[in-house]
């Protein structure tokens, strides 16, 4: 970590985005012209920041991955960390949810291919993400090339098998997680099943409006394929997620083992088309264009015990679809 002024190094621009704790501007390296972003974190202001910002410092310097935001360079100045960042345009994964209500099966797919590529390089590192959700993955969408995806959020990450760690979304924890707080690689891949779920539909598997109900399902890995949602999915999608949502860990799918699977293995990436034609022979009443987001609003609206940690990641999906947000960059 460099104690040199940043600004002889780079030539800070505008705003490009902001965080609760943080703030990230666009930059120009002053030698070689490239666009970066800085990300700046006031450790004065957050002295309860200073473990976690170092944690995602250390462990991100030890990963470079083409599905990974890459970190350059750091610098401390006055109890400011300053994180030099890969530039990458476009939203987190949250947001496109929001903005399309769900995803085809085939960009799901493309889209799992990349973050299981990723999480198997993390993982081959003796690293697990911890809080891995639609929110850690940024998305960039090319009308000739699909989707590119990279993860972002290292803040949680552990670096040994079990990490006791206690500020994970519930909506995406796994089992052992809520159960006795231990964090390991397959906890990513449960993650990975519910974020699965939610592009393919557009609502989670596992979502209650009491806090101790969704932990209990969760635990015990209670959810439904639900009518008329999943009508037209196919039943190779569903068997991933099935492997993934599996409460047994030993029994989870490891992400070198999802990638082999059928859904996901590029020699099968053309979904079946029996199986997305089904759609077509469903009675019009059977078939269901309302988003998550519908429900959503009407359960926000109940006078109902609503624990504002199941809310706050999906709360961007009803602002969204209320007021379409622009295309940012995001780091």
Not at 65 to 81: C, S
Not at 225 to 249: A, E, G, M, Q
Request: net charge neutral.
């Amino acid at each position: 970590m460099k104690t040199l002024s940043i600004g002889d190094f780079y030539d800070i621009r505008e705003i490009i985005g902001k965080g609760l704790f943080s703030e990230v501007r666009r930059a120009v390296c002053r030698q070689t012209r490239q666009n970066v972003a800085i990300k700046s974190v006031n450790l004065n202001e957050y002295p309860q920041l200073r473990a976690s910002v170092y944690n995602s410092i250390s462990v991100r310097s030890n990963l470079q991955h083409p599905g990974i935001i890459e970190l350059f360079d750091v610098f401390e100045q006055e109890g400011v960390v300053y994180m030099v960042l890969e530039l990458f345009s476009g939203k987190d994964l949250m947001e496109t949810i929001a903005e399309r209500g769900k995803l085809s099966e085939k960009e799901t797919s493309n889209i799992l291919c990349q973050i299981l590529l990723a999480l198997k390089y993390v993982h081959s590192k003796g690293i697990t993400v911890c809080n891995l959700s639609p929110e850690t993955v940024l998305v960039s969408e090319n009308p000739d090339s699909g989707f590119t995806i990279k993860l972002n959020d290292f803040k949680s990450a552990a670096k040994r098998r079990d990490m006791i760690f206690e500020e994970i979304s519930p909506v995406f924890a796994a089992p052992e997680i809520l159960i006795d707080g231990h964090c390991q690689p397959k906890s990513d891949m449960w993650a990975v099943g519910v974020i699965a779920y939610l592009m393919i539909c557009g609502y989670p598997p596992f979502f209650r409006t009491k806090l101790k109900c969704l932990e209990k399902d969760i635990i015990a890995g209670k959810y439904e394929f639900n009518k008329p949602w999943w009508n037209c999915i196919s039943d190779c999608s569903k068997n991933l997620i099935r492997n993934l949502l599996l409460v047994d860990v030993d029994e989870r799918l490891s992400a070198s083992e999802a990638l082999d699977h059928q859904f996901i293995n590029p020699r099968q990436s053309e979904i079946d088309l029996h199986e997305e034609l089904r759609c077509l022979d469903q009675p019009e009443s059977e078939r269901s264009s309302r988003s998550f987001t519908d429900t959503l609003v009407s359960v926000a609206s109940a006078s109902v015990d609503v624990k504002p940690k199941i809310f706050r990641i999906f709360s961007k999906i009803k602002q969204a679809f209320i007021k379409p947000k622009a295309k940012n960059n995001k780091v």
